[in-house]
């Protein structure tokens, strides 16, 4: 099974739940830093994580001893930035080392500048409700762009922008812990029309920045998450069915064409249209070199309004209790490619599994093994079509904090004993090494 030559295997990974250094060298807090307590299983945190800020060395060696082609980072905006308009040293160095580690290890560095932890002066502002928000956010890009990118070619803008705002202001699951559930119909639409514009709006002016500074010709995305529903057969009328649920005209944020049409298409659901000038438009749309999206399952299990008798008892489930659904990456693919004509590149796809360390010193990972391999299988029948797929970034490269979930879900190709930060790369991450070595299943 062989994919493209200079197909991108890779890895993933985020600032907050790996680095720890929580207020070293002049990193102000954020808002997982500033309000988890009391949200986090076990009372936990991201304060030490897999203590990465000082292991990235160690890190970086593993990454090629996996034999990756890219490896998936996010910064930190409270790490780099201390105010709107003031650089952090110190935390734009350690960015510039990493960066530097990975291309010594002939590793591409893909960097994500948006993955959760908003700086706690951005919250204080109103977080995304500012209107300040993207012009604040337009002005780090800059920071970034500046220093990284003679180096760095591949950016993301922002990450799952359906789970931060739907988890942090929707559920009040993640930070910062808002709930708009309760709210009146005509004020949950108008906070969260507010939130969606100024996130967009900080994604086109991240891309105007990125276009107009980068020292290298950049490669720009967004790693976006969505509903995805598989036909129940292969029919004509059965692939419409799911492509209309999964792109539904009445769209709302945790489906990819709430996010996506204006970005891509430079229309927004009609819901939407009242909270969104011409001018905004203009900017929140800007040409993008490919479409990343993160998927690990199918939703045709969701149970958020009600029982589904699609659910079957005992079902093949991971450790966070989500349905193992092998050919979410194909339809996906698929639907994507044809609705917004970009190449695609899977930007997280992995599963949380029941990990530790056994008698014999080693982790074995069976379970993760076959899963990767059935979805990977799917994504190869997406490149036999010709669907134009670049890479296949794992999630995660480690074990790491799992937001509310605390430590307990293990993503990770590589074991972190988090007392003593020993890494212990499991079964998975030798098979996967020899996928990449052999550019696809042998």
């Known amino acids: 099974m062989s994919f493209p030559k200079n197909f991108l295997w890779g890895a993933a990974s985020a600032a907050y739940q790996i680095e720890g250094a929580y207020d070293e060298d002049g990193k102000v807090p954020g808002i997982w830093d500033a309000l988890s307590a009391g949200h986090v299983k076990h009372g936990e945190n991201g304060n030490v994580a897999c203590d990465h800020y000082h292991h990235y060395k160690e890190d970086v060696a593993l990454l090629k001893k996996l034999g990756v082609k890219a490896y998936r980072l996010s910064v930190s905006w409270p790490r780099v930035m201390s105010g709107p308009d003031t650089v952090n040293p110190k935390g734009l160095e350690f960015y510039s ?180 000038t011409a001018e905004e438009l203009k900017i929140v749309c800007q040409p993008l070199d490919f479409f990343g999206f993160n998927c690990y399952n199918s939703s045709d299990y969701d149970e958020y309004t009600g029982p589904n008798p699609a659910v079957k008892p005992g079902m093949a489930r991971t450790a966070m209790e989500w349905p193992i659904t092998p050919d979410a990456l194909y339809w996906a693919a698929r639907f994507l490619t044809e609705r917004y004509h970009l190449p695609v590149m899977v930007t997280e796809n992995g599963m949380a599994n029941i990990d530790f360390v056994m008698s014999d010193g080693a982790v074995h990972d069976p379970q993760r093994i076959d899963f990767i391999k059935r979805y990977l299988t799917g994504l190869q029948r997406a490149v036999e079509e010709n669907i134009p797929v670049i890479g296949y970034l794992y999630w995660s490269i480690m074990d790491n904090f799992e937001w509310a979930e605390g430590y307990d879900k293990r993503f990770g190709l590589i074991y972190v004993d988090y007392q003593t930060q020993q890494r212990i790369p499991k079964d998975s991450f030798y098979w996967y090494a020899d996928v990449i070595k052999n550019n696809g299943l042998s």
């Open 97 to 276: 080392k990493l960066v530097d580690e990975l291309k010594a290890a002939g590793i591409e560095p893909m960097v994500t500048i948006f993955h959760w932890n908003l700086p706690m002066w951005a919250h204080e502002k109103g977080g995304w409700y500012s209107e300040e928000i993207s012009d604040d956010f337009a002005n780090y890009v800059r920071v970034l762009s500046d220093a990284l990118s003679d180096r760095v070619r591949y950016w993301f803008t922002v990450n799952e922008p359906a789970s931060f705002v739907g988890s942090g202001y929707f559920t009040g699951m993640h930070a910062p812990f808002e709930s708009l559930m309760q709210a009146q119909p005509a004020e949950m639409m108008t906070k969260l029309a507010a939130l969606t514009k100024n996130v967009l709006l900080a994604h086109g002016k991240a891309v105007r920045v990125l276009r107009s500074r980068a020292k290298q010709s950049p490669q720009i995305g967004m790693a976006l998450n969505g509903s995805v529903y598989l036909p129940q057969s292969e029919s004509t009328a059965d692939v419409e069915t799911a492509r209309a649920l999964t792109f539904p005209e009445q769209a709302f944020f945790p489906h990819f064409n709430w996010w996506a049409d204006p970005a891509v298409l430079g229309r927004v659901p009609a819901v939407l249209q009242p909270f969104f």
